[in-house]
């Protein structure tokens, strides 16, 4: 009579090795809304992230070096396009920061945490539970609650271009998950050409930015120069590098529902350095996500296995833009 295979258990400390960092970068993301608004201005938006991004390649460069020298064209190609969604992100939502209200802003982007598991259906033609749905939509009535602070104002362009970002950071971690061309690539080497390719294209985008890099750079202060290295090594070199890690060996619907706590860290660290004050709806929020992206990420525990690499499921990019 033949032995049954043995069952293999996803224990919560093998979930949270994964998740743990994940949550992290939601915290570090949330913390940069108030680094970006305090030195970032219209006519400094692309300047801005090319030195931010500047700054962080040479040290991934160090990290990356040995995978360099393996690096294939079709990684590259394929990192190309994956830092081609990197720069939309970071333009539509460095821009859509400066042109509407914080409240606004991050209630938009929550819709990140929506967007993606709904995208990923969609693709793999298997809906979401209706956990799944029900614990996202709770997260994004927190995020509701946590944003109505000083109320809600009319749309604007801002509010256009945070929807947009919301959207292409939902794109970037799907393409993340299943290109095939970068599915083998080291998470070091995939980095630096994702953020190689943000720079070139930062570099000539930078004559529409208003003020010169290095006019930029030169009138920056010590507390500038500390918030943008702030920016650069945290929210972009060490958030990058872990979003690849885990998408990579969690499922992108679990990656985004941990993000999506971002807005809550936001208001977190607005209270305790900026002096906001949310109120008791906004408190009453804070729980909301909290208990919403719980519950999410137990919901999300079933489909883990399937959305691992360890069932690849090739797809080429061309197929995922036509769906």
């Given amino acids: 009579m033949p032995t049954a295979p043995p069952v293999t258990r996803t224990g919560p400390r093998r979930a949270w090795l994964s998740d743990g960092p994940v949550l992290l970068v939601a915290i570090v993301w949330g913390s940069s809304y108030l680094a970006t608004k305090d030195i970032t201005h219209a006519d400094s938006v692309i300047p801005l992230l090319l030195l931010r991004f500047l700054i962080a390649i040479p040290l991934l460069g160090l990290v990356a070096r040995r995978g360099l020298r393996r690096l294939t064209a079709r990684e590259l190609r394929g990192g190309g396009i994956l830092g081609l969604i990197l720069t939309a992100v970071f333009l539509l939502e460095t821009y859509g920061v400066v042109h509407t209200s914080a409240t606004n802003a991050g209630l938009i982007i929550s819709l990140t945490m929506i967007f993606t598991p709904l995208a990923e259906a969609a693709l793999t033609r298997t809906p979401p539970s209706r956990s799944f749905l029900a614990a996202a939509a709770l997260s994004v009535l927190g995020v509701a609650l946590l944003t109505q602070g000083t109320g809600f104002t009319t749309p604007s362009l801002g509010d256009l271009l945070i929807l947009l970002a919301a959207l292409a950071r939902t794109a970037n971690v799907l393409v993340t998950h299943r290109l095939p061309a970068v599915r083998d690539t080291d998470d070091a080497t995939l980095t630096f050409v994702q953020l190689g390719t943000a720079v070139v294209a930062f570099a000539v985008l930078s004559p529409l930015g208003g003020t010169p890099p290095w006019e930029l750079a030169a009138s920056f202060t010590g507390a500038e120069w500390a918030n943008l290295l702030y920016l650069s090594l945290m929210c972009t070199l060490f958030a990058f590098f872990v979003q690849l890690w885990a998408v990579r060996r969690s499922s992108p619907s679990r990656v985004s529902l941990l993000q999506g706590t971002e807005p809550l860290?936001?208001?977190?660290?607005?209270?305790?350095?900026?002096?906001?004050?949310?109120?008791?709806?906004?408190?009453?929020?804070?729980?909301?996500?909290?208990?919403?992206?719980?519950?999410?990420?137990?919901?999300?525990?079933?489909?883990?296995?399937?959305?691992?690499?360890s069932q690849p499921q090739v797809q080429d990019i061309r197929e995922v833009a036509r769906m």
């Fill in 265 to 309: 860290w936001a208001a977190v660290i607005g209270v305790a350095l900026g002096g906001d004050r949310p109120g008791a709806l906004g408190y009453l929020g804070a729980v909301l996500v909290l208990a919403g992206t719980t519950w999410g990420r137990r919901a999300a525990e079933p489909r883990s296995a399937a959305d691992t690499p």
